[in-house]
């Protein structure tokens, strides 16, 4: 199945800087759009995976690589090597850039009709960062971002549900907490027997009936929020 349904794309930032993506379409008439957003493994296989069943279900999706400003088409896999070089990405990131980057997506789709931005690992956090600086977004997804407790300041101007696994050893239950107490509209849900990644069937983290009830979660949210 793996990038059956899309095609890799250039984006161009509103700096003048210029990414990669990959986009899949539905079969008819689409619903809407997605972003989706990576971890920091970059638009590897489980991203493009996420994004085809994406399109499967009736959305025109699009996945920006939003580590181009670093190392142009940069993917990576799971091992424990794999996770410490893919680490050195975040060492200090550039938030505004990567957002610019998302811009980008999000309107490279629009004209799908409403747009929501699903994210992961890290792209949980920009997913949240999306929801409260962007524009032309209906809905906002994160999936286990850990620098959303740090930023809960800010007001989502869409509708937000966020996942977080109780075991994640990155990301506190007091996180989630903070989370709840500082934006009570934001719908949070966590699962007790998930750790960081548990979304991820590539993982060894992967936690079946977490990510189908995660995934069942988030599908209901975009079919109410994404309405032409």
Same mark, same amino acid.
């Given at each position: 199945?793996?990038?059956?349904?899309?095609?890799?794309?250039?984006?161009?930032?509103?700096?003048?800087?210029?990414?990669?993506?990959?986009?899949?379409?539905?079969?008819?008439?689409?619903?809407?759009?997605?972003?989706?957003?990576?971890?920091?493994?970059?638009?590897?296989?489980?991203?493009?995976?996420?994004?085809?069943?994406f399109a499967a279900e009736g959305y025109v999706a699009i996945a920006p690589a939003l580590f181009d400003r670093q190392e142009r088409n940069f993917e990576s896999g799971y091992s424990p090597d794999e996770i410490a070089h893919a680490r050195k990405f975040i060492a200090n990131p550039d938030w505004d850039a990567m957002l610019r980057d998302t811009q980008a997506a999000i309107d490279a789709?629009? !004209?799908?009709?409403?747009?929501?931005?699903?994210?992961?690992?890290?792209?949980?956090?920009?997913?949240?960062?999306?929801?409260?600086?962007?524009?032309?977004?209906?809905?906002?997804?994160?999936?286990?971002?850990?620098?959303?407790?740090?930023?809960?300041?800010?007001?989502?101007?869409?509708?937000?549900?966020?996942?977080?696994?109780?075991?994640?050893?990155?990301?506190?239950?007091?996180?989630?907490?903070?989370?709840?107490?500082?934006?009570?509209?934001?719908?949070?849900?966590?699962?007790?027997?998930?750790?960081?990644?548990?979304?991820?069937?590539?993982? !060894?983290?992967?936690?079946?009936?977490?990510?189908?009830?995660?995934?069942?979660?988030?599908?209901?949210?975009?079919?109410?929020?994404?309405?032409?």
């Amino acid at each position: 199945m793996e990038d059956l349904l899309g095609q890799h794309l250039t984006l161009t930032a509103s700096d003048g800087h210029t990414l990669g993506a990959y986009r899949a379409d539905p079969a008819g008439t689409p619903k809407g759009g997605i972003v989706v957003i990576q971890e920091i493994f970059g638009v590897n296989s489980h991203i493009r995976n996420v994004t085809d069943r994406f399109a499967a279900e009736g959305y025109v999706a699009i996945a920006p690589a939003l580590f181009d400003r670093q190392e142009r088409n940069f993917e990576s896999g799971y091992s424990p090597d794999e996770i410490a070089h893919a680490r050195k990405f975040i060492a200090n990131p550039d938030w505004d850039a990567m957002l610019r980057d998302t811009q980008a997506a999000i309107d490279a789709i629009k !004209s799908a009709g409403p747009v929501a931005i699903v994210g992961f690992c890290m792209g949980g956090s920009i997913a949240f960062l999306a929801a409260t600086r962007l524009s032309g977004l209906a809905a906002a997804v994160g999936y286990y971002g850990g620098a959303i407790a740090r930023n809960a300041d800010e007001k989502p101007k869409v509708s937000v549900q966020l996942h977080f696994g109780a075991q994640d050893q990155g990301i506190p239950l007091s996180d989630v907490e903070i989370i709840r107490e500082k934006r009570p509209e934001i719908e949070v849900h966590v699962y007790d027997e998930a750790g960081h990644g548990f979304g991820c069937d590539e993982r !060894s983290a992967y936690h079946k009936p977490s990510a189908e009830l995660a995934g069942s979660r988030t599908r209901n949210f975009l079919t109410r929020h994404l309405k032409k």
